[in-house]
Every structure is written in C-alpha cells, then in structure tokens.
C-alpha cells in the first residue's frame, strides 16, 4: 500500500474516532441558577464564578487565586513560562505537572472509564470541570488551605457573598459541604462562559468565510491534515454540537522523556505514570490527555512535564522521535503510540509551516 494511502486511511480513522465516541457538549449545564445577564454579558453565576476565579484572597496565606496558574493573557495556562510547572502560594512548593489551559476545558466530556476519553487534570482523575475546580484549594503545592471549611469562610468574608447568597439561597454558607461544592460549581460556570471560551482566532473567521490563510498558513494546514499526522489527534473539524476543538478527548503516551531541569531535579525520584494510576491498569501506563490545541501559541511550555519550550520543539519531537541518538528514551517506556508519529521526514520549512498554521488557533484575531 503506498504512502499516500495509508496516511489517507489513518486521517479517515480519525475522524470516525472523533465523531463516532465522542459528542462534546456546547457548555456545561450546572445547575437551575440565576441565568440574568450582567456586566460583560455574563450571567450573574458567571460573574459570581470570574470574582472568585480571580480572589488572591482564596489562598493560605494569601496571594494566590486561580488566575495565578491559568492566566487569561496566556491562554488561561501558567504565566511564568521559563519553567515548566507552578510555583505554589508557598515559595519553594511547586506542582508535578504543567498547568494546562483552563479555556475550552467546559467542551471535555465527563471522564468515561470505559473507553478513558475525556475528564479533567492531565490524567482525567476528576470526572468533570466542577470536581477539577475542587482540587487546588486544598493542594498544599497551590493553594495551601488546610480544609474546605476555611475556602468557603473566606468567600463568606467577600464582597461578592451577597451574589453567592442570591444565587444558592440565603443559607448557602452554613453547610460547607454544599458551600465548596456550589464555589466550584460557580468556577465551573464561569470558566464555561463566552469571556473564556471566545472562538474568536483567524482560524475561525476563516472557517466562517470572513478572512483567508497566507500560503505558509495553508502549507502548515495542509501537512497538518496529512504527512504531520496532527489531526489524528487534533481534528480541525467542527464537532456536532460546537466548533472544532482540536481534541479527540483521548489519552497517549508519546515516549517523551523525563524533565530534568528545575524543579524536577529537586523532586524525590519518581516515575509519572499518568492515566494508569487514575484507572489502575497497566495498559494505561504513561497515557495522558490529548489537549485542545486553542490557544496553543499562547500556552508554552508543552506537555505534562513542560518538555518543550517553544512549538517548534514539540513539532520537531513529534516528527523526530524515532531517530535513533536524536532524543533521550522514553520516562515510560511502554503504551507508547505507535509509529504514525516519530519519523514522519518533514524538513525543517515544513515544521515551521506547521508551527505557523498553529498560531492561528490563538483567539482575539482582528484583520
């Protein structure tokens, strides 16, 4: 079977994968809440949701906020990119994984066990977007807060707990359970909104017939969708209830090598094994998720471990891998993809067109 063909079948397999597992939800439905619209056309959950989202006040000590690790100039991803994961509210405590991008994170579907598509964190151990935001309040790597009941006494002590109490009634803050649950679910909210989630790249104004790619721009989509493989993984296609989210929602190991810069040379030695340790079987080993590529241009460093500095790295990698002395060996040398990425023979010009197509997924385009 010639060349051609073959990549013609795995692009087509692809696209199956992607329209036939997975049915993304245009955003996500929390709850029967307040719906009235206010400043910046958002909803007054939304609006309570963006004010918690951006509190320095939520950390212990404070200083810390959501926004500190997902960053709207950056992508809603880590704004501090010379390294390659988080510094805490605690100086010195820094997270294990690369902070990923909090924008598009509503259109994941809820973690499915059985066929390990979608879910939240690199390795889909929370279920859905309001359990994710649960998470980094209590981490004493992030937020450092030592229980849910003094998260929810400091949102009892904002400005905005009036627009809490509106939105979950006027005794929402004496259950705590129900009180961090609903803090989460107000986070959910927000980070589900228009103000995050825009659609507004070159990418899609050409795809809605009001502007058009530069040559480099349709070489890089071009070999995208062919001889690089990308859209195996990151379909440029609309899904059947949005636009396209350059994500198929599924897990891989890509046989990348362990960091060792800092501060992974300070860490207890240890091996990432991702997806398998959220699922508990071997076979899932090494396995993380494939992420949206919006805003790509925007979120450096790459990866889980933040291997890659520049796009032009990742590309390189992933069309290189294969060759042998060119890349250190794999952290987890089992599950890993197989050979449809790691020597694929694109010259140099043609990863830079690559890269190229890639910034146009970055949103506030203007002509």
Request: with cysteine; aromatic share 10%.
């Amino acid at each position: 079977m010639c060349r051609c063909k073959m990549i013609f079948i795995l692009v087509l397999f692809g696209v199956l994968l992607f329209s036939c597992n997975v049915e993304p939800q245009k955003q996500l439905i929390l709850g029967s809440y307040s719906r009235g619209v206010t400043t910046g056309n958002l909803t007054f959950l939304e609006d309570l949701g963006k004010q918690i989202f951006f509190d320095t006040d939520l950390s212990e000590p404070a200083g810390q906020s959501c926004s500190s690790c997902h960053d709207p100039s950056t992508g809603f991803a880590e704004p501090e990119q010379s390294l390659p994961v988080s510094e805490g509210v605690i100086a010195g405590r820094y997270g294990g994984r690369n902070a990923p991008s909090a924008a598009y994170a509503s259109f994941i579907p809820e973690f499915n066990p059985r066929k390990t598509l979608g879910g939240q964190f690199w390795d889909g151990r929370a279920a859905d977007l309001v359990e994710q935001a649960k998470g980094p309040f209590l981490n004493p790597v992030e937020m450092n807060n030592p229980d849910k009941a003094a998260v929810v006494a400091k949102v009892q002590a904002a400005s905005y707990s009036a627009l809490f109490e509106q939105e979950f009634g006027p005794n929402a803050f004496e259950d705590v359970e129900a009180a961090y649950h609903n803090i989460a679910v107000a986070i959910a909210e927000y980070e589900a909104s228009t103000e995050v989630n825009q659609f507004s790249s070159k990418f899609d104004a050409v795809q809605a017939g009001q502007d058009h790619y530069t040559w480099q721009e349709s070489t890089g989509k071009r070999l995208y969708e062919t001889r690089g493989k990308c859209f195996i993984c990151h379909p440029d296609i609309p899904g059947r209830n949005t636009l396209a989210l350059m994500t198929n929602f599924d897990y891989r190991n890509l046989g990348l090598p362990a960091n060792t810069e800092f501060p992974f040379n300070t860490f207890p030695p240890s091996t990432d094994l991702g997806l398998g340790v959220t699922t508990g079987k071997s076979k899932d080993d090494g396995k993380f998720k494939i992420p949206s590529l919006r805003n790509i241009a925007l979120t450096a460093p790459y990866t889980h471990n933040g291997q890659f500095k520049t796009l032009k790295e990742m590309v390189h990698f992933l069309n290189t891998r294969d060759i042998p002395g060119e890349w250190p060996g794999p952290e987890v040398n089992r599950n890993i993809s197989p050979s449809i990425i790691g020597d694929m023979g694109l010259s140099d010009q043609e990863e830079d067109a690559i890269v190229t197509y890639l910034m146009t997924f970055t949103d506030g385009y203007r002509r």
